[in-house]
């Protein structure tokens, strides 16, 4: 019995040719990284249609290729509705096999409720309409999809004690979404830690960080901050990142009591206690 292909997407037929040209300029992901100014991983993250090359990039594939202008105006049909710095991320989250997050302020937005994300898009958003609101959180939330399988991403969630104590939104807002990352730690579809105050300085206190990791390609790590990101596929920088998480991870409360943590932190919010 034949197996059902699922359906490709635009990106990885972008993707694919790419890879059906490189190959008939007779080219390797090296060659070809190197006349573009990038790394072989990064061409192969392209071929698979993890990521969309930027302009400039997309520029010297067609000079490397002869391709005139032929990626250059497919990329122009492929824009993302996310930031520019964040558009590769929300690609490569839908592929992963194992992600691993840690949040040094603010709940992950792929953990967000409808509420929470609203109160922040309104918080660094002074002149907005509702209807401008109301997109945002629907492609915020859009993420969440990547939830509803039962097994794949295998998701580690590792928030410092700060997540669970600023009140986003209200009291209401936040009880609620505590008890969502709570609920999807116990029903074991995240595995949940948390880095206490009592632990003081860890090794992730200066940045948010998301680790990647895929079946068939090299793994990668993302930083953010305000209106920026730095999406990472530098074999030296991806093993940085992840022994920092691997430290930070050590100082963490174990999952039962993270839970416990999370839960009495939401019954604090509900009671106006925080």
Request: proline share 4%.
């Amino acid at each position: 019995m034949s197996e059902t292909r699922k359906p490709r997407t635009q990106r990885q037929k972008y993707g694919e040719e790419l890879r059906l040209r490189r190959a008939a300029a007779g080219l390797t992901q090296e060659e070809l990284g190197d006349q573009v100014v990038c790394s072989p991983t990064l061409i192969s993250h392209f071929e698979a249609g993890r990521r969309l090359p930027k302009p400039d990039d997309a520029q010297r594939i067609d000079r490397a290729l002869g391709t005139d202008g032929f990626f250059v105006r497919w990329l122009e049909d492929l824009e993302s509705k996310y930031a520019d710095h964040f558009a590769a991320v929300a690609e490569l989250e839908q592929q992963a096999t194992l992600i691993q997050q840690f949040a040094l302020s603010l709940v992950p937005g792929v953990l967000q409720t409808d509420g929470y994300a609203r109160a922040l898009f309104r918080a660094y958003r002074p002149n907005h309409t509702a209807e401008e609101l109301d997109e945002a959180v629907v492609i915020r939330t859009k993420r969440a999809r990547i939830l509803d399988g039962p097994l794949k991403p295998v998701i580690w969630t590792l928030l410092d004690e700060s997540v669970l104590r600023r009140c986003v939104g209200g009291p209401q807002i936040m009880t609620e979404q505590l008890h969502k990352i709570a609920d999807l730690a116990e029903t074991g579809r995240l595995r949940l830690h948390v880095l206490p105050y009592g632990v003081g300085a860890h090794a992730l206190q200066q940045s948010y960080l998301t680790l990647m990791s895929f079946d068939d390609s090299a793994p990668v790590a993302y930083v953010e901050a305000f209106l920026t990101g730095h999406l990472m596929d530098d074999p030296a920088l991806v093993a940085a990142s992840q022994t920092a998480y691997a430290l930070a991870l050590s100082d963490a409360l174990s999952q039962q009591e993270s839970l416990a943590l999370v839960r009495a932190a939401a019954e604090e919010h509900a009671h106006g206690q925080q």
